[in-house]
C-alpha cells in the first residue's frame, strides 16, 4: 500500500534498448524493448553468465574445483 504523497516513478522509454526503433505501444515504452527484441533478450545469455561459464569451464580443464 503507498503511503499519501508518495511519488511512484517508472521510466518509459521511447526507443528499443536493443535496436533503436521507436516503441508504439505502452507495454513496450515500460519494459524498453519491442515485442522481438523482448524475446531474443530473453533468450540470449547475459555477458555475466558467459564469463561464469567460461570461468568455470577453465577452472575444470585445469583441475580446480570452486
Do not use: F, W
Amino acid at each position: 500500500m503507498h503511503q499519501r504523497g508518495q511519488l511512484i516513478y517508472q521510466k518509459e522509454y521511447t526507443h528499443c534498448l536493443r535496436c533503436n526503433r521507436r516503441l508504439r505501444t505502452v507495454e513496450s515504452m515500460r519494459r524498453g524493448y519491442g515485442a522481438a527484441c523482448a524475446k531474443k533478450a530473453n533468450h540470449e545469455p547475459d555477458l555475466i553468465d558467459l564469463l561464469h561459464k567460461n570461468s568455470t569451464e577453465e577452472s575444470e580443464r585445469n583441475g580446480i574445483r570452486n
